[in-house]
């Protein structure tokens, strides 16, 4: 199955939930310490609980380098888990000059057999094109991100009236003449989120910055919905992975995700 | 040595030359394939030959990631072996909401022990920030990058009249505080280079596209020395590391490695 087919079998189930793994040694269940890898452990319980009702999987790549070849094993180990049928994001947030670049398309679909990914567009079209070579997969570029600074640059006003991002989003727009490519639309942006919602045309729109960011669920859905669109996915990390400390915690996570589930398909209703 | 003191010491004695490990096991002499693990041994002779002579040694992650754990450990073991005395430049690109950063910071500075990384601008200080308070080592952040696309978001102008890069410019200067951010800026852009070298003040600048990618050292040393500033390192992979096939490569890449160190040195007299 393509990535496009993988997440359009899961939304038409109004499954709008991507599960973000950002698991860390420091914030699991306490009990999970006496496993031999406490963080294997812990993402096999989460996906094992959440695997029927998830959008999904957002595997945040710097929590598994930063422990070396023990979390780049883990991560692979947590590929092989999820298996096939449910989409796969890499949120390795990469871009480079194009034979580099290519290196990492390499490596995050061809290794690590990811169905996505997410990259930075700062570099322009020869750092994106080796990954959009892979027609099959879902590249994800980061349009307007979910943090403060995102005014910074991303927000900064070009000659033309425009915001940097929203030339973004035209550039990705043009680059997706294989209907591979996504955007990364924070969800602490409501009000732009309005405003530039038909410029997304049919891209999926992966939007994280829900719960621990702050940004509201219901305006997300909401606003998807006013403008008859359901190609989105809601990334939640550690909104959902620690909500419980106990040793249910993957029942928790369960409950909470198809609570979530249900909210959603309420106001897409 | 904080990565400072290790690059200072070099550009002292006129090294200006960083070598950049874009290490293909496709592309390195193929005698060498019948050692176990023939990267590892192709940086080692690289580096053995080199050591005395380089500004820094720059690794592309991205040739590493790409063969999974044991591309990881070869990252390893070359960072092992080059040691203490030269600043190691991950070229990883890496720019993520501040908790992730954070994590990358983590791996690229305390895991994988390197002395400067390079980083994505896009999503602002908060993206930045969990490198620069590692004030003993040096973070990169992209200005003016050597591909063609750079056209595409880079040299886009803003309502200021600015282009975007040099709004990157300006803001890692305030950034700056603890005289720990340099800019990579591409060699390809002459016009560019001459222009704004001004507003880099101290900055160190890591410059890549000279070689096969078409900038020119001359030209890139020329305009530092006329600018008075010697506070530079020009990348060269591609052009350095393969100009050899035999098994005298090491002193082939050695050879060229000094008549650069000299043509250098003499554009700088």
Chains 1, 2 share one sequence.
Request: proline share 3%; net charge negative; glycine share 6%.
């Amino acid at each position: 199955m393509t990535a496009q087919e993988k997440l359009k079998n899961r939304i038409e189930k109004k499954y709008h939930i991507c599960i973000g793994l950002d698991s860390d040694v420091n914030k699991i269940p306490q009990h999970l310490l006496k496993f031999n890898n406490p963080i294997l452990e812990f993402n096999k319980r989460i996906i094992e609980s959440t695997i029927d009702s998830a959008a999904a999987y957002k595997i945040n790549f710097a929590f598994y380098e930063s422990w070396g070849i023990e979390g780049i094993k883990t991560l692979e180990q947590t590929i092989d888990f999820i298996g096939d049928d449910v989409v796969i994001i890499a949120d390795a947030k990469r871009g480079d000059i194009g034979n580099t670049s290519l290196k990492y398309a390499e490596s995050i679909f061809n290794h690590f057999r990811c169905d996505a990914v997410t990259l930075h567009p700062y570099m322009g079209i020869d750092s994106i094109e080796p990954f959009i070579n892979y027609t099959d997969k879902i590249s994800f570029i980061l349009g307007l991100t979910s943090n403060k600074s995102s005014a910074d640059f991303e927000k900064q006003i070009l000659s033309s009236g425009k915001f940097l991002y929203q030339e973004v989003i035209e550039k990705t727009n043009e680059w997706n003449i294989n209907n591979n490519c996504g955007l990364v639309f924070g969800a602490t942006n409501i009000s732009e989120l309005k405003e530039n919602i038909p410029s997304f045309n049919e891209m999926p729109i992966l939007l994280p910055g829900v719960g621990a960011q702050g940004g509201s669920l219901e305006e997300v859905v909401s606003t998807f919905y006013q403008n008859n669109k359901n190609n989105f996915i809601i990334n939640i990390s550690r909104g959902l992975i620690y909500i419980d400390e106990t040793e249910s915690f993957d029942k928790s996570v369960k409950n909470k995700l198809l609570e979530l589930n249900q909210q959603i398909a309420k106001l897409l209703m």
